[in-house]
């Protein structure tokens, strides 16, 4: 048949006008309409191909192919519920289907039900297991749906086929679950080294800074950063690397890169203040971000807050003009009132009341500020330095032991609860570096 050899040669429009230059001698013909349908199908003429393959179906309502090849341009015309009935039928006729097996846990992977999803793609497995991308997507499922043995045994023979490096973060994702650290980090350096995308590369260096190793990751990062110069995370992270190997001047130099790419991520703001209250350079550049991040966020409390600090310190630190302190104040209020469990705004709001002495003023604020997060360290000791010049010299004491306490085990925990908050939020769980 001419049509069906200019179809297997890619010839589609040539096939689709044999095709129908035949068809109103042939309407009763399945073969004639199924293989129009599939010409049209691969001219992306989607509608014109529905056609056909309705007409195929119920001409031979018992092909498992034509009720596949219905669900699948059902499907591409976005009719998600009338495709997986199709797929459904074509598996109560051929259960090992592998076509509407893989289609239909594709289907119900693009709407995010993974625990639906994981069977059919398992039966397109065992029916094809070297199809490298049906392989792919099971190996996910399985990970996200906790079977991680199963995903790791699926990864292993789809990279004898194919050794990708989107397999190799998969399998580190993996290894990183089931609490085997070296072994992730390597499987992250083989997928950078394979496919050194920004998702890869962003990857490796997470790990890095998830498990303390802040050299690596800063070189890892700084070569990312030359290789994908517009991405805004992977600025993060290196800012995130240098803070914690101590080089605050180059972090917020690193973070205000970052600002200026992507100015509404509040990663990027958390990390600058931080590496800024150690780093009195770039005073008027930081201060100028933080001031346009408040303006674009009026009603987000840490806006405000960062916006007062860096006002303050600028001031303190004679990095710029002179700052009517009535204006922190305001800044500062402004976040409490738009977030009242916010603890750094009250500690904030008593610094700059205590170092005015005005003790009766600060004093709530500390109290307030321990009330919603009692291991904050810092406020213990001020609060306890307040009480002292009040002449409450036995809460003094008191306050002041709880600082002595809290003092190192807190400073350790919180570099580590900033580093996998900001891995975590850059990297959803599950994450495909495609």
């Known amino acids: ?44 003429e989607n509608e014109k191909a529905l056609s056909q393959f309705q007409t195929a179906v119920q001409l031979k309502p018992d092909s498992a192919v034509a009720r596949t090849n ?19 039928k074509a598996l109560q006729l051929e259960p090992s289907n592998y076509a509407a097996n893989h289609n239909l846990g594709e289907l119900y992977v693009k709407s995010g039900q993974l625990a639906k999803a994981q069977p059919p ?17 099971l190996a996910m499922a399985d990970f996200l749906l906790g079977r991680l043995d199963e995903a790791r045994q699926v990864i292993s023979g789809l990279s004898k086929q194919k050794d990708t490096g989107e397999l190799h973060n998969l399998l580190a994702q993996v290894d990183e679950k089931q609490g085997k650290f070296v072994e992730a980090a390597s499987e992250y350096q083989t997928a950078a080294h394979l496919d050194p995308t920004e998702g890869n590369l962003f990857d490796w260096g997470s790990e890095m800074l998830l498990h303390r190793t802040y050299e690596p990751a800063v070189t890892i990062f700084q ?3 030359e290789r994908y110069p517009n991405s805004p995370r992977l600025f993060i992270g290196l800012g995130l690397a240098l803070y914690s190997r101590a080089r605050y001047d180059d972090a917020v130099r690193v973070l205000l890169r970052a600002a200026d790419l992507d100015p509404s991520d509040p990663r990027c703001y958390l990390f600058l203040s931080r590496a800024y209250s150690s780093s009195p350079g770039e005073a008027v550049a930081v201060t100028e971000r933080f001031r346009l991040y408040a303006e674009e966020q009026p009603n987000n409390s840490r806006a405000q807050y960062y916006y007062a600090i860096s006002l303050w310190k600028t001031n303190r630190t004679g990095g710029g003009a002179s ?17 009242d469990s916010f603890p750094d705004a009250h500690v904030q709001l008593g610094d ?76 959803p769980p599950g994450a495909s570096t495609r």
């Open 323 to 339: 700052v009517d302190l009535s204006i922190v104040e305001s800044l500062l209020k402004k976040s409490i009132a738009l977030d």
């Open 1 to 44: 048949m001419a049509a069906q050899a200019d179809y297997d040669a890619g010839r589609y429009p040539e096939a689709a006008h044999r095709l129908e230059s035949v068809l109103p001698g042939a309407s009763g013909s399945f073969e004639v309409h199924e293989l129009l349908g599939l010409s049209y199908a691969s001219m992306s």
């Open 223 to 225: 070569d990312a950063t």
């Open 352 to 427: 700059l009341y205590a170092d005015q002495h005005l003790y009766e003023q600060s004093i709530p604020q500390y109290e307030r500020a321990l009330a919603l997060d009692s291991s904050l360290s810092d406020a213990h000791y001020r609060l306890g330095m307040d009480y002292v010049h009040v002449g409450k010299k036995d809460l003094a004491q008191k306050e002041l032991a709880v600082y002595q306490k809290l003092r190192a085990e807190h400073l350790a925990e919180l570099d580590k609860a900033e580093v996998q908050q900001f891995v975590y939020s850059a990297k």
């Open 121 to 137: 793609l398992a039966r397109a497995w065992r029916a094809k297991p070297a199809a490298y991308d049906n392989g792919y997507d």
């Open 70 to 88: 219905l669900g699948t341009i059902l499907l591409y015309s976005g009719t998600s519920d009338p495709a997986a009935a199709q797929f459904r």
